[in-house]
C-alpha cells in the first residue's frame, strides 16, 4: 500500500525556522516527483513546492520563494521541506503528494497533513 | 502568477448531472496544462479523482468524467451520490509551477 506520513509540524514563533519530513513506503521512492501543497484553516488548496524523482528539478510558489527549501533522500525514501522566515500566513496544513511520474505533472496519493501554526 | 478560477458552488439534486469548470487567467486550458481534479470532505485529506484532463484513477468511480469544455477544463459527475457532496479543486500545470483553482463547494439536494 503507498503510504506517505508527514511529520515535524508544530507551533512556531514568526521568524523562526521548521523542517517538514515526509516518510514514503509501499512504492519506488527515487523514480516519483513529489509535492507539497498546503490548507490555511477554512481555506482551499494551495501548492507550495516540488521536486522532480532525482532532485535536480524544483517549483516554488512565489509565497515561499526563497524562504522554504525542498529536498529528498532517496536513500532514506523521505521528503523534507525546509521552512525559515515563517511567517503568520504560513499557518496551514501541509501535505506530502506523490506525483504519477518521475516529472512534476500529476498528484495521485496524499498524505494526511501535518500541521503549522506561526504565532507568538 | 496564473489565476484558476472554479464556480464557488453548484447545487444538484441526487442522481443528477453537473459539470465543474476550471478557467485560467492566461487563456484557454488545453491538455499541456494536465489538469487534475481533487474531491475534499470535511476533516479529510484530499483525494485525486482525475489527471492528465480526462484519466480516472484506478479507485475513481466512474460517474466522475474529465475533460475540456469551451477553453476550460471540465469534471462531469453524471448519477451524482449524496457522498459527492464535498469541496472539489482543480490544479493546473503552467510551466513554471502548478496553480490550484479556488475550489467549488457541490452540494447534493
Known amino acids: 500500500e503507498v503510504q506517505l506520513v508527514e511529520s515535524g509540524g508544530g507551533l512556531i514563533q514568526p521568524g523562526g525556522s521548521l523542517r517538514l519530513s515526509c516518510s514514503a513506503s509501499?512504492?519506488?521512492?527515487?523514480?516519483?516527483?513529489i509535492h507539497w501543497v498546503r490548507q490555511p484553516p477554512g481555506r482551499g488548496l494551495e501548492y507550495v513546492s516540488a521536486?522532480?524523482?532525482?532532485?535536480?528539478?524544483?517549483y516554488y510558489a512565489d509565497s515561499v520563494k526563497g524562504r522554504f527549501t525542498i529536498s529528498r533522500d532517496n536513500s532514506k525514501n523521505t521528503l523534507y521541506l525546509q521552512m525559515s522566515s515563517l511567517r503568520a500566513d504560513d499557518t496551514a496544513v501541509y501535505y506530502c503528494?506523490?506525483?504519477?511520474?518521475?516529472?512534476?505533472?500529476?498528484?495521485?496519493?496524499w498524505g494526511q497533513g501535518t500541521t503549522v501554526t506561526v504565532s507568538s | 502568477q496564473t489565476v484558476v478560477t472554479q464556480e464557488p458552488s453548484l447545487t444538484v439534486s441526487p442522481g443528477g448531472t453537473v459539470t465543474l469548470t476550471c478557467a485560467s487567467s492566461?487563456?484557454?486550458?488545453?491538455?499541456?496544462?494536465?489538469p487534475n481534479w481533487f474531491q475534499q470532505k470535511p476533516g479529510q485529506a484530499p483525494r485525486a479523482l482525475i489527471y492528465?484532463?480526462?484519466n480516472r484513477h484506478s479507485w475513481t468511480p466512474a460517474r466522475f468524467s474529465g475533460s475540456l469544455l469551451g477553453g476550460k477544463a471540465a469534471l462531469t459527475l453524471s448519477g451524482v451520490q449524496p457522498e459527492d457532496e464535498a469541496e472539489y479543486y482543480c490544479?493546473?500545470?503552467?510551466?513554471?509551477?502548478?496553480?490550484f483553482g479556488g475550489g467549488t463547494k457541490l452540494t447534493v439536494l
Open positions: 503528494v506523490k506525483d504519477r511520474g518521475g516529472l512534476i505533472r500529476d498528484m495521485d496519493v
Open positions: 509501499g512504492f519506488t521512492f527515487n523514480i516519483y516527483a
Open positions: 521536486i522532480n524523482y532525482n532532485g535536480d528539478t524544483t
Open positions: 492566461t487563456g484557454a486550458v488545453t491538455s499541456g496544462y494536465y
Open positions: 492528465g484532463t480526462s
Open positions: 490544479l493546473l500545470y503552467c510551466g513554471d509551477g502548478q496553480v
